[in-house]
């Protein structure tokens, strides 16, 4: 679930370009090493603060304020997936992707409910980490693709048909508009993104979205997304 087909800046309202403010939570340096230099190749990523533990990472995000804050899940004194809860919960202005080896239903669960918005692998392509940290920061949903075949084949906990006809009654309540957002929310484009593709403006697009989330009781833009894919809204 990624939106755009490259890898850019974020633009300040000014016209000027101005780097991805990242926050780095992983136990291991070499890790965290690794991570880094990924993301600085892009050119569109800046590494504020790296954080050993799950404690450190909330208070450094709470300093720092980042744009994203891309947390490992198993980590001493506090785990990544309390830690995604309380930055979620006190730093509201900061996305949450996770980064991990573990792509267990569990953790994923608890991470999207958690109000996570990117759920990456280790394991994955460098192009996907970045391509990720830039999604979540412009406020899209970002799963690894492994991940999303997870969620979308065993629906979080099994019973898929069943799923998909829940998911298919729930968006019959949108209007068409809104069904065509939800779709284009699924495909992981932003909402400047998705104002471009329906030639709306974005203002109207944040309330179309808005609206999208209320009626189907819905937290973020991940879980919509998921419901997107389960009724078919988005090609495969």
Do not use: C, W
């Amino acid at each position: 679930m990624s939106g755009g087909s490259g890898v850019s800046e974020v633009s300040t309202v000014s016209g000027a370009s101005t780097a991805i403010r990242v926050l780095l939570a992983d136990d291991e340096a070499m890790v965290r090493a690794g991570v880094r230099a990924i993301l600085g190749s892009s050119g569109a990523t800046e590494v504020v603060a790296e954080a050993g533990d799950g404690r450190e990472a909330v208070e450094l995000a709470r300093a720092h304020r980042p744009d994203v804050a891309l947390l490992d899940i198993r980590m001493p004194r506090l785990d990544g997936l309390t830690a995604a809860e309380e930055i979620v919960r006190t730093v509201p202005g900061t996305a949450v992707a996770m980064l991990t080896t573990f792509s267990e239903g569990a953790y994923v669960t608890r991470a999207l409910g958690g109000g996570a918005t990117g759920f990456l692998l280790k394991s994955g392509d460098p192009y996907e980490l970045i391509a990720g940290v830039r999604a979540v920061a412009a406020g899209a949903a970002f799963l690894s693709p492994k991940v999303a075949r997870y969620v979308i084949e065993q629906g979080l906990g099994g019973a898929r048909l069943t799923r998909e006809a829940q998911a298919r009654a729930r968006v019959a309540v949108l209007s068409p508009r809104e069904r065509e957002v939800l779709g284009l929310v699924g495909a992981g484009l932003s909402n400047p993104e998705i104002a471009a593709r329906l030639h709306l403006v974005e203002g109207t697009v944040k309330a179309y979205v808005s609206a999208v989330l209320d009626r189907l009781g819905v937290r973020n833009r991940v879980q919509a997304a998921i419901v997107a894919y389960e009724a078919g809204l988005v090609e495969s």
